[in-house]
């Protein structure tokens, strides 16, 4: 079962990611600038959230893994993806609000932020069994075509 | 009891998996619990997971002691997909791991296949 803080942060991403979507549309420039604002700070937290998520999983499998924490790691490895995705988004915004009003705050924070995320989303990959999207592309294709034994 | 589910090996799984540098007997132990276990009930054996990418899949992860070596241990995940024909299995990645006790990360890295 996934813990608490795994729950919030994935419905903060949730949040987070809805806002960004919403910051599409049509907002007045100092409602537009204020939510981008608001947005850099929100994720530039991300660091020390996706850090307490992943801390009971930093040693990566042991042999003692049960399967049950094998896929909360899925589960793990999904949410970092989804927090990294998040910050080249927001850059895009950032671009757009320091066009319109000169300055956003809080960049170098924000930064950081998604350099540590970066950091800990590879240092996880590499130490948990996860799939590999092309492979699952590739076995679907030879299963189409054919290509396969029947155990 | 209804009957077993095939289980498909994509080419590419099956070379990957060909490919473990495992003893014969942990090789027989691996194929019988996708035969005996994973096709005939893989609900009780499979675990709900979701991939990196977001899409739903199925684990099925065990580990094998090695019977010449007490502190070796092999591990071993299968990544499922149920087939469309609801008898199939179809193994859509895998994953190996070797690990000496005192030694971590011993063996393969991560990720193998």
């Known amino acids: 079962m996934a813990g608490v803080t795994y729950k919030i942060a994935e419905r903060r991403t949730e949040v987070v990611e809805e806002v960004v979507e919403e910051l599409q549309g049509s907002f007045t420039e100092v409602e537009f600038v204020s939510g981008v604002q608001q947005l850099v700070a929100e994720v530039a937290e991300f660091e020390d959230l996706m850090c307490r998520v992943t801390h009971s999983f930093r040693q990566g499998i042991q042999p003692e893994t049960d399967p049950q924490t094998i896929a909360t790691a899925h589960g793990i490895a999904y949410l970092l993806n989804r927090v990294s995705a998040l910050f080249p988004r927001i850059r895009d915004l950032i671009q757009v609000a320091v066009r319109r009003s000169g300055q956003v705050n809080g960049i170098e924070r924000f930064e950081n932020a998604e350099a540590a995320v970066t950091r800990m989303r590879k240092d996880f990959e590499s130490k948990w069994p996860l799939p590999d999207q092309t492979r699952v592309r590739v076995a679907r294709e030879q299963v189409a075509a054919g290509q396969y034994r029947i155990l | ?113």
């Open chain 2, 1 to 113: 009891m209804s009957d077993p589910y095939r289980v498909i090996i994509p080419a590419a799984n099956d070379a990957a998996m060909s490919a473990w540098d495992i003893p014969a007997e942990v090789r027989q132990i691996m194929e019988s619990r996708l035969r005996e276990q994973l096709a005939v009930d893989p609900i009780r054996h499979l675990i709900r997971a979701i991939s990196p990418w977001g899409e739903p899949l199925n684990l099925f992860a065990f580990t094998v002691p090695d019977a010449d070596n007490p502190d070796r241990t092999h591990m071993f995940q299968f990544h499922v997909l149920y087939g469309n024909d609801e008898e199939s299995l179809i193994v859509a990645d895998v994953g190996y791991q070797r690990r000496d006790r005192n030694l971590p990360g011993s063996g393969p890295g991560l990720p193998t296949s």
